[in-house]
């Protein structure tokens, strides 16, 4: 072992990409393990890598974590970008969650029937600009500072990053209403660790594409 964390999941976003956010975000490199066939999923079930048979999969500090959000917390906690004190953390954690509710959406709009695709866009347009992007545009109004919680940087402040740059991908007009977020935007993207995880090469992955959904459907088919 390199000692490097190891991600096992797909060749894609999904469900690894907020952890590969945070974890490039904090300036930790890691390795990754690509799932391609069923049988390689499988495996991982028999041989007891998966405690609730399902990926994402991180290897780190000896564990075999499963579940996002668990993976998640753990990583931002390690390397402080999870608050000073229970009430930032709670703040954060509430940040995150409701980021992660607009993420879910832009996560299944690859796997949309066609004729639904048109339908899902307006809904994902709706709902960032009516109901979360509005929240962080006036958290970051009212107290005037660079970052969500407690005037430094944290795992909500990746969360939002990533999440207004995968809504820009399908509505690139997104954030003309909210200046706050555009300040925000492009403060993120300067910060040397995000500016390093934006460069082309990064470990950062493409939008889903045909190939990513028919691998996801086959890797995991029932």
């Known amino acids: 072992m390199s000692g490097k964390p190891r991600l096992t999941y797909l060749n894609g976003r999904g469900r690894m990409e907020p952890i590969r956010w945070l ?18 999923y499988d495996k991982l079930i028999k041989d007891g890598f998966l405690l609730f048979q399902q990926v994402p999969l991180v ?15 753990y990583i931002a906690g ?9 009430k930032e953390r709670a703040m954060i954690d509430m940040y995150v969650e409701g ?10 709009f690859p796997f949309s029937p066609p ?12 709902r960032a600009t009516n109901r979360y992007f509005p929240v962080f545009e006036k958290v970051l109004k009212q107290h005037g500072q660079d970052f969500l919680v407690g005037n430094k940087f944290s795992w909500a402040d ?24 555009q300040v925000f935007k492009t403060k ?35």
């Open 23 to 40: 974890l490039a975000a904090a300036g930790v490199e890691f390795e990754e393990v690509y799932l391609e066939t069923k049988e390689q």
């Open 59 to 73: 290897e780190i500090d000896g564990m075999k974590m499963v579940q996002t959000r668990a993976i998640m917390s």
């Open 78 to 86: 390690k390397y402080n970008l999870y608050g000073k004190d229970l």
């Open 99 to 108: 980021i992660a509710d607009l993420m879910q959406m832009i996560l299944m």
């Open 158 to 181: 990746v969360q939002l990053m990533e999440a207004i740059l995968a809504v820009e991908e399908k509505v690139p007009a997104v954030l003309s209403g909210f200046p706050q977020l």
């Open 115 to 126: 004729d639904a695709k048109e339908k899902n866009l307006d809904s994902i347009k709706e």
């Open 188 to 222: 993120m993207s300067n910060m040397p660790t995000i500016k390093k995880f934006l460069q082309p090469g990064s470990p950062r992955k493409p939008p889903p594409d045909a190939h990513y959904v028919e691998t996801v459907l086959k890797v995991f088919k029932k």
